[in-house]
């Protein structure tokens, strides 16, 4: 059963069309990897999917709730999650104060909302970190606190924007490692990832854009031997 569906968005700004009739879906426990080369508009459709603009045309619906024009807080409460770079203002908070930003639109009480930062913490194996300076850790484990700050609001779908960029292999294995982990809770995972190393052995799914269009939506097997993404892949070289 699909959890996500994506149906023929459309998305312009002014004169450039970033996403064009874009329709795909993500199934529930499914881990989806959106790729495509560099301007193809993974970014603008993960932000028409969390909320951050409506599309021009089409919609966007979670489970049976039309999620496309609702604000980002009305998307995170519908159940999406959503990473992001750990912000310049957060470096100077301890790794557990970032997650309870996370913990905190959802449930207000601190000591529940510590707690569960906490749990979130252990999850993404940062536990021994949780009064360290987001700042002061390494990619690795910033990428991995983006996560757990994401998973606090307790999503059906996260949404994760590159979280295996510029990692090595052995930190790459320890966010694919994240990532089963995340879906084996029964979250649906959609990830935009340049490191195709990193998504391709773990997907169920590959959707690839490429100027605004899909042009391939299948296994992983089938979309690497697709000679449309092999040509719009070549063409970024
Ligand atoms: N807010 C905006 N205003 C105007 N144009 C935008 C805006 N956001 C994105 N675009 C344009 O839409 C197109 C798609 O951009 P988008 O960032 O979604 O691509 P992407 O696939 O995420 O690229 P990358 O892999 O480089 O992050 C690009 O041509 C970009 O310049």
């Not at 999917?49 to 024009?69: C, E, H, M, R, V």
């Not at 390494?138 to 307790?154: D, F, G, P």
């Not at 879906?183 to 190393?197: K, M, N, T």
Request: charged share 20%.
């Amino acid at each position: 059963m699909s959890l996500l569906r994506v149906e023929n968005v459309t998305k312009k700004f002014g004169g450039i069309t970033a996403n064009q009739d874009v329709s795909f879906e993500v199934g529930a426990g499914k881990i989806v990897g959106l790729i495509g080369p560099n301007g193809a508009g993974k970014t603008t459709m993960f932000n028409s999917i969390a909320g951050y603009f409506p599309p021009t045309s089409g919609d966007i619906w979670l489970n049976d709730q039309k999620i496309s024009g609702l604000t980002p807080e009305q998307c995170a409460h519908a159940g999406i999650g959503r990473t992001f770079q750990v912000a310049r203002t957060f470096t100077s908070m301890t790794a557990l104060e970032n997650v309870m930003v996370g913990a905190f639109l959802i449930n207000r009480d601190v000591r529940t909302a510590r707690r569960n930062a906490i749990d979130f913490l252990n999850f993404v194996n940062l536990g021994r970190f949780k009064d360290k300076a987001a700042g002061s850790m390494t990619i690795s484990e910033q990428r991995r606190l983006a996560v757990a700050r994401a998973l606090a609001v307790n999503p059906k779908l996260l949404l994760m924007d590159e979280v295996m960029a510029g990692l090595n292999p052995t930190e790459v294995k320890d966010m694919v490692d994240v990532v089963l982990k995340i879906r084996d809770r029964g979250i649906s995972c959609l990830i935009v990832e340049h490191v195709l190393e990193g998504i391709m052995p773990i997907a169920d799914a590959i959707v690839v854009l490429d100027y605004g269009k899909k042009i391939a939506d299948g296994k992983p097997e089938e979309v690497s031997n697709n000679p449309q993404v092999i040509a719009a892949y070549l063409g970024e070289e």
